[in-house]
């Protein structure tokens, strides 16, 4: 019994009974081959011509080849079959072209907030959101920051001031006269090596701010000039031994060992040389100690030497020196290089006029130097002065008794650059003078660190007083 219920083929050809089901090679037997391709089939008028063109027909019309053969690439690559898992795993971005459907935000809802959203947690995420945003900003910040620290605290600070182009350090010299083992007249004791400490500490801490170079001249050298009795008259030849020293400095500062530097913060070029001409004056009259008659009036000089002012140009200015209630003073002064500061050298020091004059000069080479002025038109062109109190302030005792002249003395709301103790081993204090103005100077120099601490010491001090009078008024 057959399981097939379809009719059976014919025998002779007659194929299957469903019509389009009859194959052409029914005649054939396994053995052979098929006479005909696909490709040599033809089709007519959409009906099959010939034996078994029907299926082959049907084939190739359901898979829409028409007389190709039966291959297709279709949906059979890589990005074809993957196309949309690749599509789904790449980001959307939402240009704006279209409308946005996506339900708009509810405020507080589906955020986490630290500690239950307390107002704490707001602040601290905000300003977490805030250095999120400005952390370009801050990371500048903190680089200037940064090589503001390095420029001062590596030598760099002192190589950019000395540099001759940017701070000009270079161009200046600082001469200090330091009194080690004593002149030949005089021995030294405690409170006078005490004194040399601390004005050549002083000095030295000026100088390394500002890129200065420092010459500490040994006054024990003096015993070379002794069998002439010609101390106090080595400023002169100290002053040209250093322009040899120094050849590409420009000026020079002597300065005697009881003057101290009250405001280190002042350089010499703000203080006073990046506007010399306002910081000097070429008139003695300005302020005349010495009632000396100036300028001369003799017909066969040349205008300049007839002007009470010279030549009005700074770049003449060779010698700059401040006055004092008795005249000249050269505790604290400068010299500039030039060709007329070697010859105002060479006659300042020239023996002839300290064989006639030392018996007459009480001051030695300060007086030589007002006789060359008052006599010499040529040294007048040249100097300028400058205000007592620029660079050579007198303390209370010096110059009078009461210490209240405006042009000499010196005025802590005013913050002199420097004061200089002169005479004070005529019958003062001369330790207890320096020691006095070092510790007005670190006072009046401290950090805001260091003010905030003296503050509180201070207040503390009061509290602690106070209450200890209380108790005593109550024992």
Request: hydrophobic share 30%; glycine share 8%.
């Amino acid at each position: 019994m057959s399981l097939s219920r379809s009719p059976s083929p014919r025998a002779g050809g007659g194929g299957w009974s469903s019509p389009g089901l009859t194959s052409p090679f029914d005649t054939l037997s396994g053995r052979s081959s098929p006479r005909k391709a696909y490709g040599d089939l033809h089709i007519s008028n959409g009906g099959p011509i010939g034996n078994g063109v029907t299926w082959a027909s049907a084939k190739a019309k359901s898979e829409e080849v028409n007389g190709y053969p039966s291959f297709s690439t279709r949906n059979n690559g890589f990005f074809s079959r993957n196309a949309r898992k690749i599509s789904s795993s790449l980001p959307r971005f939402n240009m704006g072209s279209g409308p946005s459907y996506a339900e708009k935000e509810k405020l507080g809802r589906g955020r986490w907030y630290p500690n239950g959203g307390s107002r704490l947690a707001r602040l601290k995420t905000l300003l977490a959101s805030i250095t999120r945003r400005m952390r370009l900003r801050i990371l500048l910040v903190l680089g200037i920051i940064l090589a503001f620290i390095l420029f001062y605290v590596t030598p760099m600070h002192r190589l950019y001031r000395r540099t001759s182009f940017l701070g000009g350090g270079s161009k200046f010299v600082v001469v200090l006269a330091a009194n080690q083992g004593g002149g030949v007249m005089e021995w030294k004791g405690p409170r006078e090596w005490a004194i040399e400490r601390d004005s050549v500490k002083n000095k030295k801490k000026y100088v390394a701010k500002w890129g200065y170079d420092l010459e500490i001249v040994d006054m024990s050298t003096k015993k070379r000039y002794a069998h002439e009795w010609r101390e106090s008259w080595e400023k002169v030849d100290t002053m040209r031994n250093c322009m040899r020293k120094y050849p590409e400095a420009e000026w020079f500062w002597w300065l005697d060992l009881n003057t101290f530097i009250m405001e280190p913060s002042y350089s010499l070029q703000s203080h006073i040389f990046n506007h010399i001409s306002k910081n000097t004056y070429r008139d003695i009259n300005d302020y005349n100690p010495l009632n000396i008659s100036h300028p001369f009036a003799e017909a066969y000089l040349d205008p300049i030497s007839r002007s009470a002012t010279g030549d009005n140009c700074t770049t003449s200015i060779d010698l700059v020196v401040p006055q004092d209630c008795g005249g000249f003073n050269l505790g604290s002064f400068f010299l500039r290089r030039s060709a007329w500061t070697d010859r105002l050298l060479d006659i300042w020091w020239d023996p002839v006029a300290y064989e006639q004059k030392h018996m007459e000069w009480e001051h030695k080479e300060q007086d030589a130097l007002e006789h060359l002025y008052s006599t010499q038109p040529w040294i007048r062109s040249h100097t300028a002065f400058i205000p007592q109190r620029k660079i050579n302030s007198f303390p209370t005792g010096a110059c009078g008794e009461n210490g209240e002249d405006p042009r000499i003395h010196y005025k802590e709301q005013d913050r002199d650059f420097v004061v200089n103790m002169a005479g004070c081993e005529w019958g003062r204090d001369c330790w207890g003078e320096m020691y006095n103005f070092r510790e007005l100077s670190n006072k009046l120099n401290r950090t805001p660190w260091e003010k905030f601490k003296d503050g509180i010491s201070d207040r503390w001090k009061a509290m602690t007083q106070s209450k200890n009078e209380g108790e005593e008024k109550q024992g």
